[in-house]
């Protein structure tokens, strides 16, 4: 089932690893998906500059609500 959420939710996926991020966006399909280049499960760990940067983007537009 889906679940409904009241706030803005961000999948951040790596692009070696989508079938779990588009796991995560049939349950919830509000969220915006962020796809990570040249990284895996671990973005975080695998592409920290790009992963810090669609973060803050997304907190930064998000912040104000």
Do not use: Y
């Not at 990284?39 to 983007?57: D, I, V, Y």
């Amino acid at each position: 089932s889906k679940m409904k959420v009241g706030i803005p939710v961000m999948v951040l996926t790596g692009d070696a690893d989508l079938h779990r991020g588009n796991e995560l966006l049939k349950l919830v399909p509000v969220a915006q998906q962020v796809v990570i280049s040249n990284a895996g499960h671990m973005s975080n760990l695998e592409n920290p500059e790009e992963f810090n940067q669609k973060l803050m983007e997304f907190l930064n537009r998000n912040s104000a609500r």
